[in-house]
């Protein structure tokens, strides 16, 4: 197959335009291949030849995992929306009437779930600082402009209307010395998270203008970057120009005396077991950076306890700490992906219970949701009724944080808003109902 490729810094990426051709390497008929085009031009697709010629087992899809993490199904978004847009491509209607389509498909997607925009964008006075997220009080999370984008796209991503081009959808910032300032005048954050899209995406020197006027600040005891690079481009710690560079820059963060804490998100066991992976993970550990591990859990991607195993095992085997199992998150083709919470616990438990304890680091499965992060401890019975037990992880209300609580069993239930609470007539979040309908904070 011959494909142009675009990118730069030695990085080839395959975008839309491409998408054709890849599947015609798939055996896909004409039908579905359009179908699959109506899909990637609502939802966002990109991905690289690392991905599409070393994880990817081209013998085995559309079941193979690594598959359906990067491209598109046919029966992700609904029967009539797809058809629609596939009818309008196939017709080579006019760029106006696609485009106005496929965004009221968009805007039917939730596209910023958990109160992202109202809630968490912190404010300087009266101003609201972009590109940052302040929800819990000791993290802020930084959205670095260059860093908006993916070495691939996750078909899941909870962040994927950042990556459509809708300007009013996407939240970034450049500026580093607003960062510092909020971060002077917000004492209580000792950890500033990097994410995206992907901070690994940006050049060893556009990271260092983000990550150096930091190291100063007495304040923080670590810096964390939220990346997918090691499972879609391990390449970029050894053999991309600035590979060195980069390690660099994580060796001067551990010399500054704070934790470099690499958050990579792994899908599935498959991306970290090549030879350059390996390679990858030893030289960012040998920086003195420590590499965390987390991955949400996934319909028909990565939903078998043997997964989580085997993925928990080979983490800690390379000294990797597993860090969160999450619960997919309730935006995009969530009906797609989603696994009901009774099951994601299950498979949870399953896994951790033949694990070492050098892997019961991990906790899950988390909902990262407006109140915080809702753990699903189990589903026991409780006075002759079934529950679930559950705790906040991290909340909005520190004084929330690790009280347990309960809701009423439901199987099909998956997530939080799904959910009644049981024993009480409101969760410890929501607001206490006083006198006639008067709301007060909960
Ligand atoms: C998950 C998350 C954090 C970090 O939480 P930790 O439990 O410290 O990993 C910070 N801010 C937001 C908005 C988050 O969702
Ligand atoms: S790597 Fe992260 S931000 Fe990028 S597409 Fe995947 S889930 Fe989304």
Not at 158 to 170: C, I, M, N, S, Y
Not at 353 to 370: E, H, I, N, Q, W
Not at 400 to 405: A, M, Y
Request: charged content about 20%; glycine content about 8%; overall charge negative.
């Amino acid at each position: 197959m011959t494909l142009t490729q675009t990118g730069t810094r030695g990085f080839r990426a395959y975008t839309a335009k491409h998408l054709d051709e890849l599947l015609k390497r798939g055996g896909f008929d004409d039908g579905t291949r359009l179908r699959v085009r109506a899909v990637a031009s609502v939802l966002p697709f990109r991905t690289n030849a690392y991905v599409v010629d070393e994880l990817i087992d081209w013998s085995d899809i559309p079941g193979d995992p690594i598959y359906r993490l990067v491209f598109p199904q046919e029966d992700m978004l609904p029967e009539q929306d797809v058809s629609r847009i596939a009818g309008l491509l196939r017709a080579d209607a006019p760029a106006a009437e696609l485009q106005a389509a496929v965004r009221m498909v968009r805007m039917g997607l939730n596209p910023h779930p958990a109160g992202q925009m109202e809630l968490n964008i912190p404010k300087a006075g009266n101003e609201s600082v972009p590109g940052m997220q302040h929800k819990y009080p000791e993290t802020v999370l930084f959205f670095p402009k260059q860093g908006q984008t993916c070495h691939a796209y996750c078909t899941y991503c909870f962040r994927w209307a950042q990556f459509v081009g809708e300007p009013d959808l996407k939240m970034a910032s450049d500026d580093s010395e607003g960062l510092v300032r909020y971060l002077r005048e917000h004492p209580q954050v000792t950890s500033v998270l990097f994410t995206g899209g992907d901070p690994m995406i940006m050049s060893a020197p556009v990271l260092r203008r983000y990550v150096e006027p930091l190291l100063g600040l007495e304040q923080l005891e670590s810096i964390r970057i939220g990346t997918k690079s090691l499972a879609y481009w391990p390449g970029r710690f050894v053999t991309d120009p600035d590979a060195a560079d980069t390690l660099r820059l994580f060796s001067a963060v551990v010399e500054s005396g704070k934790n470099l804490a690499f958050m990579a998100h792994f899908s599935h066991p498959r991306e970290m077991e090549s030879q350059l992976v390996q390679t990858a993970v030893r030289a960012i550990r040998d920086t003195g950076a420590v590499i965390r591990t987390q991955a949400p859990l996934i319909r028909s991607i990565n939903d078998h306890p043997d997964t989580w195993v085997r993925m928990w095992t080979g983490q800690q085997a390379q000294g990797m700490v597993p860090y969160y199992m999450f619960v997919e998150r309730d935006t995009g083709p969530q009906d797609y992906f989603a696994v009901p919470l009774a099951r994601a616990y299950e498979i949870f438990r399953d896994a951790y219970a033949r694990v070492s304890g050098l892997c019961r680091t991990v906790r899950g499965p988390s909902m990262s949701s407006t109140p915080g992060k809702v753990c699903v401890d189990g589903v026991t019975e409780v006075a002759g009724r079934r529950v679930f037990v559950l705790h906040l992880i991290q909340a909005r209300d520190p004084s929330l944080v690790g009280r347990p609580f309960f809701a009423e069993y439901d199987p099909a239930a998956v997530w939080i808003s799904d959910l009644r609470p049981a024993f009480a007539d409101r969760f410890p979040f929501d607001p206490a109902v006083v006198g006639e309908g008067e709301l007060l904070a909960g």
